[in-house]
């Protein structure tokens, strides 16, 4: 059996604007839930701070996560202004 890939990204929320991305995440997650039956995982954790957030995805394959990619690429420019990129993990053989 072939592992699954996984992806971990963490983003620190702008000051002022957890309010509208948590909206925002609310959203997005709801979209890849309702657009991608593939995905095996899709989940968002908040710290206690509600400062940074943990994007957990799982994925069969690569080839999965590359279309997840393009599937919300218009949702991740849409909140670009209100997150900055503190980390990207990766697990499995990307594509």
Do not use: C, K
Not at 39 to 62: F, K, T
Not at 73 to 82: G, N
Request: hydrophobic residues 40%; proline residues 7%.
């Amino acid at each position: 059996m072939t592992p699954p890939f996984v992806l971990v990204t963490t983003h620190r929320i702008a000051p002022g604007a957890r309010e509208r991305f948590e909206q925002a995440s609310r959203d997005y997650l709801d979209f890849v839930e309702q657009n991608e039956p593939q995905a095996l995982a899709h989940v968002a954790y908040l710290d206690a701070d509600g400062d940074e957030v943990a994007l957990v995805q799982v994925h069969p394959d690569a080839a999965s996560a590359d279309h997840h990619l393009d599937l919300v690429r218009p949702h991740l420019e849409a909140v670009s202004d209100l997150v900055d990129n503190v980390a990207i993990e990766v697990y499995g053989r990307p594509g």
